[in-house]
């Protein structure tokens, strides 16, 4: 499905957030499937508290979404990416009631130290509702074939940056962190 997104600027904010590239030790990325649009993946998300270091968020979305915080940053993604929402989403209709553009994201790659058993879509760590309804784990250069078509080009950034990664674990290689 096509998303309509409007090119000209709509004077509104991007949203301060952080995207989670979280790898198992074989290399493969956690994928997990939106509840609001069924079909529709993504690696796990989240806003940027006023005042919250990044790297703290990134710890704190991964409780919220996926029920765990196993992990180790291992690296981040050297620019901030963006993306619009659809003209749909970005006015007062939208998730965000017209107070952003978009999502202008810090990416992080995790290497995940828990079992699957570990992880959980229940959202016992945030009072709204859950946001994915399954997970799995996938080969990073999938993803961008999983996500809606207007944060492509960001996931697309995402596996060009962390790929290194994914190939190291696969290969059975130590990947140290940050």
């Avoid at 991007?14 to 074989?26: H, M, P, Q, W």
Wanted: proline share 6%.
């Amino acid at each position: 499905m096509q998303h309509e997104v409007t090119e000209m600027d709509s004077g509104l904010p991007y949203r301060n957030s952080v995207g989670l590239c979280i790898f198992n030790a074989e290399g493969l990325v956690l994928c997990a499937e939106r509840r609001d649009r069924r079909g529709a993946w993504q690696m796990p998300q989240g806003g940027i508290q006023k005042g919250e270091d990044p790297a703290l968020a990134v710890f704190r979305e991964m409780k919220e979404e996926v029920g765990t915080d196993h992990a180790a940053i291992i690296a981040r993604h050297p620019d901030r990416l963006r993306y619009d929402f659809p003209d749909a989403l970005q006015y007062k209709n939208g998730v965000f009631h017209g107070k952003y553009r978009g999502q202008e994201q810090i990416w992080f790659a995790l290497l995940y130290h828990g079992q699957d058993a570990d992880i959980h879509l229940t959202n016992d760590y945030e009072a709204e509702a859950p946001e994915f309804i399954a997970w799995r784990w996938v080969e990073l250069i999938q993803v961008p074939s999983l996500i809606v078509d207007f944060k492509r080009p960001v996931y697309e950034r995402v596996v060009e940056a962390f790929s290194p990664f994914a190939q190291r674990l696969a290969q059975g290689q130590d990947v140290p962190p940050l």
